[in-house]
């Protein structure tokens, strides 16, 4: 196979397959979720536990202040992933190029530098991460193989990304060819790990705030 | 698989539901919630963080309700749930947790950790694996009515006392009366003051209550030992006698699980509403308060901090009125850092008081609200619980701090204006 044919077939067929099984896998998982439901709360409420819940969506990304000061690297390094593979994969421009292709939706891309600032930065923190998940007495204790594979499957792309818009190490259609690749592997595994947190977190967040919210106590 | 393990997962499957399995599905091991819980901050030992301390429910949720571990359950893979597992969680369960919930206030994904661990616990009881301090302590409440063993006969007696000392009279099973107030029985047992308090301040303020001879226990082991069935049966006696009574509202002791299994729990044990309001001694205290029915001269002349009992404040709501009832008779009142919503737990609550294996680490966590004192070092140390009071004493005592342990109610009596005190 050549490149440009390994190129086709990746960005063709594959990718239709990988993300076919990310929207059914997120379906799944939501509805396994959702089925299970939740019992009527017959205490007496101080409050309506549902503007409580909208808030502590929003305000759990802020962290508690005793918080910051104990876990201070956790939090910033954090930050600064998700901040940076937000930037990469929304305002790439031929990120917004695929999606207008398939969807007719667009909006404007970041310039280059910027977005490029943002994945450098987003690599840089998973590996600082990545290394003091394997030094801290905590992080090592509690990381499974499931954390290695969820983290594997969100560097890879990134890293692909940047060396296939850069021109770098590989042929262009090659890099673009393992970039695409990368990125269906982390579409495939997404719904079955952890990586469901980047959805689930908000369904976390609203039970928690509205039980609380209905105790008087915003969480 | 075992009869035990098979149980304990039955018990874990009709906890789990939408929300715990948005928790489990959410989780990063970020590790955030390890430096949140003072048993890890205090001994350093990984396996106390709070997500790790839900490792069985957390494999029977991923193998029974999730796809992939469906899969693996079927082809032999999924981790199990098997009596030494649940052996070894019995210490982490119950032990290394006083459900402050620290954890579930600052987990980033918006875990509510100490709820599932709550919850955990009904598996670890149904199939036999939680400690035998906490087992006979539930053993009592449920035959003799009260987890000390403590009966009617050793409240009628400090109620002589109480009557004898202030020259009023005690209402007992009074048909219509405004408020039923419960006791805890270390307040019987230990701190006869409140019971005074309250007859001093509710006669002062001309309030209508009684004590009721079937149900003056407020504690619920069954909320600790997390049985349900059992505290359904400690529940349904005091809204049976507040019912047949009648009242308007029953008032939960200085006690922290005593309100949290009156005010939040316990319809949802006895499967509706109450025909009666709940409400912690503090809160109607407050309400007195801000009606001018109670009131107060003089101020104390040292310096004061406030305890926050986790259930009161973080899993309950009551945050302002100790507070403003403190700042009724305390002029130099200091908030110690943290205090409030996110104050540190005693170290014994959540039933670990009555585990005797943890005597050790209750002690050891401590330490945290020792340096939460002495950043502040008051005079005097105001709580509203009695549980957390024995542990805040044990643990001044353990480390010579001398700092005397007050009840808010309590102290709120010392300074009492009294006209009407010719009653007797």
Known sequence: ?219 | MTDRAKIAINAFKEQIDGAVSAYLSSCVHCGLCAHACLFFNETGDPRYTPIHKLEPLRRVWWSEYTLFGKLALLVGLAPKVTEELLAEWQELTYNACSLCGRCSMVCPVGNDIAGMIRKQREGMVAAGYSPDGLKGASTRAVKIGSPMGVTWKAVAAQIGHVENDTGLQIPVDKDGADYLVLMSSMEIMNYPEYLEAIARIFSEAGVSWTLSSQAFEATNSGIQIGSSDIARELVSRIVAAAEKLGVKTVISPECGHAYTALRWDGPNLIGRPYKFKARHILEVLDELRAAGKLKTEGFEEERMTFHDPCQLVRRGGVLEQPRRLVKMVVKDFVDMPEAGKMNWCCGAGGGVSAIEEAGELKLTAFNAKKRQLEAVKPDKLITACANCRIQLEEGLEENNMDIPVIGLTELLAEHLVETGKAEG
């Open chain 1, 1 to 219: 196979m050549t490149t440009v044919a390994f190129l086709d077939f990746v960005r063709g067929p594959l990718f239709q397959i990988a993300v076919a099984i990310f929207f059914a896998g997120l379906f799944i998982r939501f509805v396994e979720i959702l089925v299970l439901g939740r019992k009527t709360d017959f205490s007496e409420p101080r409050q309506s536990g549902t503007g409580a819940g909208f808030k502590t969506v929003f305000s759990r990304s802020v962290p508690e202040a005793g918080t910051f000061k104990r876990s201070a690297f956790t939090i910033i390094a954090g930050y600064v992933f998700h901040i940076g593979l937000f930037v990469a994969l929304v305002f790439l421009a031929p990120h917004i190029a695929l999606v207008r292709d398939t969807t007719g939706l667009s909006w404007p891309n970041l310039p280059t530098p910027v977005v490029d600032f943002a994945t450098v930065a987003a690599i840089g923190a998973l590996v600082a991460i990545l290394v003091n998940r394997m030094r801290d007495k905590v992080l090592r204790f509690l990381t499974g193989f499931e954390d290695y594979v969820a983290w594997t499957a969100t560097f890879l792309p990134l890293l692909t990304g940047y060396m296939a818009f850069h021109h770098l190490l590989l042929r262009y259609e090659l890099m673009l060819a393992l970039h695409i690749l990368s990125v269906e592997l982390l579409l495939v595994v997404f719904p079955f790990t952890k990586l469901m947190h980047t959805f689930t977190l908000f369904l976390s967040r609203w039970y928690t705030g509205s039980a609380f919210g209905r105790k008087g106590v915003q969480s």
